[in-house]
């Protein structure tokens, strides 16, 4: 009988071990601004070029998506969405947001995606940094533009929150996540394997 207490001890032991070693999953959440209707280079559309991203994320992950949608709705001509998007960055607003997170708490990881406005995050993504506290958590930036990269918004989210902010964020052309799916899927797959290598998520 002590023989079969110490066996199972160990065998125990062993399986905590393996834990501690691999870490235990962590809840991932993909919190993303997206605007359908007429975008740049691709005409109109009925999903926009960021949330083609998301889901590709999602996919990778398993996480759960989470969309930022304002309470006002954008215009759908794109040039009228350039006009209301700078005269709401000159005035530093902050749209409402009309739905909010279940149990942020619970997520260790939220990945933010946005399209690149006037060199900067869509201001409904600030109102969503106001309202979620994420300090404490891993943030993972990624973005859709058409030339400026991720235009420096890691580092104005890593001020703007008190999350762990990972420097490795995924950007890419907003016309390749409707015309190039594939790839820019190709591409996202390895960008979520190298976050696993170096245990980001």
Do not use: C, H
Not at 21 to 44: H, M, P, Q, R, W
Not at 105 to 124: N, R, S
Not at 134 to 160: A, Q
């Amino acid at each position: 009988m002590k023989k079969i207490y110490i066996l199972l001890t160990v065998f125990l032991l062993s399986i905590i071990a393996s834990v501690t070693a691999f870490g235990a999953d962590k809840k991932i959440l993909i919190a993303y601004f997206s605007k359908a209707g007429e975008n740049y280079g691709v005409g109109t559309v009925e999903k926009g070029n960021t949330q083609i991203l998301a889901e590709m994320i999602a996919k990778e992950t398993g996480g759960d998506l989470f969309k930022i949608e304002p309470v006002k709705d954008y215009p759908t001509a794109y040039d009228d969405v350039v006009k209301e998007a700078k005269q709401e960055k000159d005035s530093n607003a902050r749209p409402k947001i009309k739905n909010k997170v279940n149990n942020l708490k619970d997520y260790d990881i939220v990945f933010l995606g946005y399209p690149i406005w006037y060199g900067d995050m869509p201001m409904p993504v600030y109102t969503f940094l106001d309202e979620n506290n994420l300090s404490g958590k891993t943030i993972i930036p990624f973005s859709t533009n058409e030339g400026s990269g991720i235009s420096g918004t890691v580092d104005s989210i890593e001020k703007y929150t008190k999350g762990n902010v990972i420097k490795n964020a995924f950007s890419t052309r907003g016309r390749d996540t409707q015309n190039s799916q594939s790839k820019v899927a190709a591409d996202v797959k390895k960008w979520i394997e190298t976050l696993k290598a170096n245990k980001n998520i």
